[in-house]
């Protein structure tokens, strides 16, 4: 869900500032008639098998103790699901191409908006992003860090932190997007607002598994909240058996895998920061958006109100032993980065506002 939001509302974003002149337009070569490639039907037959082989497996296996995050980086598989999504995706690409062959060949060349390359930018988002999610969450611990094996640490199905994804995603975003002529200040403005967007709808994913993003305990009196949204206990959470001896307890009557509950209640942040990062989006998009803002300043915009967001989320949330030290100070790698965030928000938005405006690109 969050990427799939992301990419809505960045190709939005993109197509927008196509139209304004501020990205050059893009030549989509669109192909009729002929036979379809052989190398189509290699790569649509290998990606389905996998997707049968791996995921189906992941989807629908139901043993007892089964924890399919477990299993994420293994070989283990399903041969047949593998074999009849391979099998499918072959039909029907031998489908699409008697349908294609029946039509005479022509090639065309079509403008299109610079969303035609959010395919490619999404692909080396999640690659450069989710590497850089686990190298956050391996050194936001770093006296448990053990170099030897700190390779093999990042092939581990557990752990990842959002501000490592959105550090080295951007990161391969810009280099990819510098590439293709487009400005970085114009390509960061564009994806503040699916940034904003997926980190809520994200950490929606945080609060139903119940992941160890919760808050502090809470033996607060309830001020009429709902206790899932007040003090919550995350009963049936991912963590199970395997964090019994840290605060965990037993649901009585339940037998399996994931029948535990934290011992005390706890804020439930996750679900805290959903609703403030959807609510922040929702400014972004209907009300700061269309805004007369000089490049970049948008994305400022942007950093600060992430910063600040997660900096009083921070406050309230567990931290565990990912705590840094320094000069008799104790504070969290994303108290660290939120700081940074809204420092770099502040001086990029007096930055961009003196800095001369940028050139609208013409038509490539």
């Known amino acids: 869900m969050s990427i799939g939001a992301a990419f809505w509302a960045m190709s939005s974003e ?21 036979a379809v490639a052989k ?48 099998a499918f995706s072959v039909w029907r690409t031998w489908a699409a191409d008697q349908k294609q062959r029946a039509q005479l060949p022509s090639e065309t060349l079509v403008e299109s908006g610079a969303s035609a390359h959010m395919s490619n930018i999404t692909t080396i988002a999640l690659l450069s992003g989710f590497l850089g999610a686990k190298v956050f969450h391996l050194l936001e611990t770093p006296s448990e860090i053990h170099w030897e094996t700190f390779l093999m640490d990042l092939l581990t199905s557990g752990g990842w932190t959002f501000y490592g994804g959105l550090i080295c995603g951007a990161a391969g975003v810009i280099w990819y997007t510098a ?15 699916a940034m904003m967007l997926s980190y809520g709808l994200g950490r929606f994913g945080c609060h139903f598994s119940g992941d160890g993003d919760w808050g502090i305990a809470n033996l607060k009196s309830n001020p009429g909240l709902p206790d899932w949204a007040w003090a919550y206990k995350y009963p049936h959470n991912v963590l199970g058996k395997d964090y019994a001896s840290t605060g965990m307890e037993m649901i009585p009557g339940c037998s399996g895998e994931y029948c535990y ?104």
């Open 39 to 86: 190398s189509e039907y290699v790569l649509n037959a290998v990606m389905a098998f996998l997707f049968g082989y791996k995921i189906l497996y992941l989807m629908i296996e139901t043993g007892d103790g089964f924890s399919p995050q477990d299993h994420v980086f293994s070989t283990e598989g399903s041969w047949l699901f593998g074999v009849l999504a391979m």
């Open 261 to 364: 509950q934290l011992a005390v209640p706890v804020y439930p942040t996750p679900l805290y920061e959903a609703l403030m990062a959807l609510g922040l989006f929702a400014i972004l998009w209907f009300v700061l958006r269309k805004r007369n803002f000089a490049p970049f300043q948008f994305f400022s915009v942007y950093m600060m109100m992430a910063g600040l967001e997660r900096m009083l989320i921070e406050s309230i949330r567990e931290h565990g032993v990912s705590l840094y030290r320094m000069m008799g100070m104790e504070f969290s790698q994303a108290q660290m980065i939120s700081l940074a965030l809204m420092l770099f928000g502040a001086v990029g938005f007096v930055w961009a506002g003196k800095s001369p405006i940028i050139e609208k690109q013409k038509v490539d």
């Open 14 to 34: 993109l197509d927008r500032k196509t139209g304004l002149g501020q990205f050059a337009k893009v030549k989509v070569k669109q192909i009729t008639g002929g």
């Open 179 to 193: 590439k293709k002529g487009m400005h970085w200040r114009h390509v960061f403005d564009a994806g503040g607002p």
